[in-house]
């Protein structure tokens, strides 16, 4: 018998895919990660139950003889809540809690709960906040059905809560402050990445829990990266610095800057989208975007395209991209042997992490060196010595990749390397 946390969650979760796409044929892989997301909400999956539908039912979503069915499996669970794997209307959701006498949410209700409790600084919960209620304003009297029944739990937790209690026009009033402040967040965000314009930058994307975080840590060496093996474990963008270093010691090292963005999965409510908006616009002045892929995952050629099209919604699909399939540790050999053969057709220039185990980040600091190679060009300079501030500001932007001294003038000769926009300030000092 399984031990129940007090007042823990039962679950019942529900698959109802179109028969004529292609998700009848995963609707196994998606309930599974239906019941990740249902445990990172705290919540233990008690029983599932699918059907494959023409059309959704416009009242209840799924067909009388299955509602009945669901009915008896509630009670014989003992289930507290149930959640579909698609969004429902506010009236499917409102007639499938009055025919069932239980809280019913959706995937979209569930994956903003989650953000609820993981957001952690102001500016997440702001976005949080904001993703919230523009859910819940056509929502409001099913939430009012929620706050008078069911008493909290699952999809009515977090800042959307205590609005619950407010009327349309509060909850309208409220989501016009949180996107001015959003636009506030927006505005210094770009002040912010102005100032390091100049720098070589990385932003990593991808699947949750694909690898994103483990592979900033392992790369940037920094112990304080948060890293959990959860959906959407981190939810604030964090930035650190990495050196890469040229193994045959002819060039100093290279500083860059690499973002861990948060991750994207199947169905992300377009309200968290857009609420995040100002901080997935990290990836759209990124040098370089690392798109990490978990090839554990038997599902890894669809959660690369989700990502992708998420990219190409953000503007950011014309961004420089290299593919970073991790986790390979977790394959056997002649399943590594595959999967090489399988992305070098699919996507070449792609490399293979390891971000924890054996294989380690080589090729991905090799494919690095190269790309900051390409994007920072080379200059020969000649600084005259009375030019000290010129000096010390080469040395600061740029990569400084020889330097000499002319013995009758003492003026400064140096190869640097360094951003476009460092270099247009010194060509007049080219030799």
Do not use: C
């Not at 009012?144 to 959307?160: D, M, Q």
């Not at 402040?181 to 930058?201: C, L, P």
């Not at 002649?334 to 080589?362: N, W």
């Amino acid at each position: 018998m399984i031990d129940l946390a007090p007042h823990q969650e039962r679950a019942i979760l529900i698959g109802a895919p179109l028969k004529r796409t292609n998700a009848r044929h995963l609707v196994d892989e998606h309930l599974e990660e239906l019941g990740r997301l249902t445990d990172t909400a705290g919540a233990l999956v008690v029983a599932s139950l699918t059907q494959n539908i023409d059309r959704p039912d416009p009242s209840t979503y799924i067909g009388k003889g299955k509602l009945e069915e669901l009915r008896q499996l509630i009670a014989s669970t003992e289930a507290t809540v149930v959640i579909f794997d698609d969004e429902l209307s506010p009236a499917q959701g409102k007639n499938l809690e009055e025919e069932l006498g239980k809280r019913v949410i959706d995937r979209a209700e569930l994956i903003l709960d989650i953000f609820a409790v993981r957001a952690r600084s102001a500016e997440a919960k702001m976005q949080v906040e904001l993703a919230q209620l523009e859910y819940s304003l056509p929502r409001l009297t099913r939430m009012w059905t929620h706050l008078e029944k069911f008493r909290g739990g699952i999809g009515v937790r977090g800042p959307g809560e205590t609005q619950l209690e407010t009327d349309r026009r509060l909850v309208g009033h409220r989501i016009k402050l949180l996107k001015e402040r959003i636009e506030d967040v927006k505005k210094t965000r770009a002040i912010q990445r102005h100032g390091r314009s100049e720098e070589f930058r990385v932003a990593i994307v991808g699947y949750t829990n694909a690898g994103k975080s483990s592979l900033l840590r392992s790369l940037s060496g920094a112990a304080d990266v948060f890293v959990e093996d959860r959906l959407f474990a981190t939810l604030d963008p964090l930035t650190r610095e990495v050196t890469l270093r040229d193994e045959s010691g002819k060039e100093p090292p290279t500083r860059i800057l690499v973002t861990d963005t948060v991750g994207f999965i199947r169905k992300l409510p377009h309200h968290l989208v857009a609420s995040f908006r100002a901080t997935l616009e990290e990836v759209l002045d990124a040098s370089v975007l690392l798109h990490v892929v978990d090839v554990s995952n038997p599902s890894w050629e669809e959660q690369r395209d989700i990502v992708d099209a998420t990219l190409a919604s953000l503007g950011a699909a014309d961004r420089p991209t290299l593919y970073v399939f991790n986790k390979m540790d977790l394959l056997d050999a002649p399943t590594v042997e595959s999967v090489r053969a399988r992305v070098s057709a699919l996507l070449p220039g792609s490399v293979f992490s390891s971000a924890t185990g054996k294989g380690g980040t080589g090729e991905l600091l090799d494919a690095l060196r190269s790309y900051v190679a390409k994007s920072m060009p080379t200059l020969r300079v000649r600084v005259p010595a009375a030019e000290g501030g010129v000096l010390a500001e080469i040395h600061r932007k740029g990569q400084v990749l020889s330097s000499e001294q002319d013995l009758d003038t003492g003026d400064s000769l140096i190869v640097v390397r360094a951003h476009e926009r460092s270099l247009a300030g010194w060509r007049h000092l080219a030799e």
